[in-house]
């Protein structure tokens, strides 16, 4: 059974930066398109990063240039730099693994709070 677990949410002031961490386990990570999404409260939940198996990256407008996704295949071990943070990047920030076959599982999700 496949898990993932987020980590390294927080408060944050303006300007800020915070790196988050999702951990998988239960699955062949390298083959894995990994990614990042977020909710805030009120919207839907919405794209912000997505990692291919061969580390392909692709961006939300609204983040680009300020957060970087990574991977770590040793590690399972997806990450979220962000950096410049704004008070709009307060979210719910979750997870999302999708197998070779389509299969998708998400993470619990993690706060991220940013105070202007």
């Known amino acids: 059974q496949v898990q993932l677990v987020e980590s390294g949410g927080g408060w944050v002031q303006a300007g800020g930066s915070l790196t988050l961490s999702c951990a998988a386990s239960?699955?062949?990570?390298?083959?894995?398109?990994m990614g990042w999404y977020r909710q805030a409260p009120g919207k839907q939940r919405a794209l912000v990063a997505t990692?291919?198996?061969?580390?392909?990256?692709d961006y939300s407008d609204s983040v680009k240039g300020r957060f970087t996704i990574s991977r770590d295949n040793a590690k399972r071990t997806v990450y979220l730099q962000m950096n410049s943070l704004k008070p709009e990047d307060t979210a719910v920030y979750y997870c999302?693994?999708?197998?070779?076959?389509?299969?998708?599982?998400w993470g619990p999700g993690t706060q991220v709070t940013v105070s202007s």
């Open positions: 999302k693994s999708v197998r070779p076959l389509g299969l998708v599982n």
């Open positions: 239960g699955t062949i990570f390298n083959f894995n398109v």
């Open positions: 990692i291919s198996a061969g580390g392909s990256t």
